[in-house]
């Protein structure tokens, strides 16, 4: 059974970077095509980014495209999101999630197998 860790939220100015990383145990994720989202109070989760096992395909949400970057290590196990020109509206708890085989659409939770407990990102204005 795969865990999935998230570390590195944390209160930020708005303009500001921050650098998530999503640690797994129990078993590789190198195989795994994994997916960042994220869910603001009283809103439904919303995908923020995926990329592909092997590193070499990528796909963001309209609202951090060209600010956010999902990269991995698979040597290390681990998936990280890069943000940056953080905005207030990019407030949310942020959760690594990881599928077992590529199915549905790359933006629906419901097509991904492991979750983690997320990580509060808070961008003040």
């Known amino acids: 059974q795969v865990q999935l860790v998230e570390s590195g939220g944390g209160l930020v100015q708005a303009g500001g970077s921050l650098r998530l990383s999503c640690a797994a145990s129990?078993?590789?994720?190198?195989?795994?095509?994994m997916g960042w989202f994220r869910q603001a109070p009283g809103k439904e989760r919303d995908f923020v980014a995926k990329?592909?096992?092997?590193?070499?395909?990528?796909i963001y949400g309209d609202s951090v495209k060209d600010r956010f970057t999902i990269s991995r290590d698979n040597a290390k196990n681990t998936v990280y999101l890069e943000m940056n020109s953080l905005k207030p509206e990019d407030t949310a708890v942020y959760y690594c999630?990881?599928?077992?085989?590529?199915?549905?659409?790359?933006?629906?939770?419901?097509?991904?197998?492991?979750w983690g407990q997320g990580t509060q990102v808070t961008v003040s204005s």
């Open positions: 990329i592909r096992w092997d590193g070499d395909w990528t």
């Open positions: 999630a990881g599928q077992l085989y590529p199915r549905g659409e790359y933006y629906d939770s419901r097509n991904y197998d492991y």
């Open positions: 129990g078993a590789t994720i190198s195989r795994f095509d």
